[in-house]
């Protein structure tokens, strides 16, 4: 089972999402059943920012100097749920999800839903340097989609 702790440095955020620990604690609920980690206990931490200070860390850490949707820090470069219990870290910018500005509360948490998957496979080792990591990442993060989305929001 994973346990998320989410922590909100913009309070832009609670517009769209009101509870937000309960919304991504219910889009693992219909994860499936491969990246539940039943009887394992899991943590994982989701910072949501804005994009001020994702620019830092983008800067910080992948000598970036911009704002992006997401970044993922993975604890270890592969996940192994035998030897670890702590995925990592996911930091999301809320301005690059509430894109266009009129989007409907419900377009924006699609939006999350989106960028928290894709944010969650690159804490277990995915990445999409190649083209074909690419598409198998892409084709898992569809894969995980269709499981929750008509689901949470």
Not at 98 to 111: A, D, G, V
Not at 120 to 143: A, R, S, V
Request: aromatic letters at 14%; charged letters at 30%; proline letters at 3%.
């Amino acid at each position: 089972m994973i346990k998320i702790d989410v922590v909100s440095e913009c309070t832009l955020w609670s517009k769209k999402i009101k509870r937000n620990k309960t919304f991504f604690n219910s889009i693992l609920k219909f994860f499936p059943k491969k990246y539940k980690f039943i009887g394992k206990k899991i943590n994982l931490t989701i910072l949501l920012s804005n994009n001020k200070n994702i620019k830092k860390l983008n800067k910080d850490f992948r000598n970036k100097n911009k704002p992006t949707d997401v970044l993922s820090f993975p604890f270890e470069k592969k996940f192994n749920p035998k030897k670890s219990n702590y995925l990592g870290d996911i930091v999301i910018s809320y301005e690059f999800m509430n894109k266009p500005k009129n989007i409907s509360i419900l377009e924006f948490k699609q939006k999350v839903v989106k960028i928290f998957i894709h944010g969650f496979l690159h804490l277990l080792g995915h990445d999409h340097i190649k083209l074909k990591d690419f598409k198998k990442m892409i084709k898992e993060e569809d894969l995980i989609y269709k499981f929750i989305k008509t689901k949470v929001a």
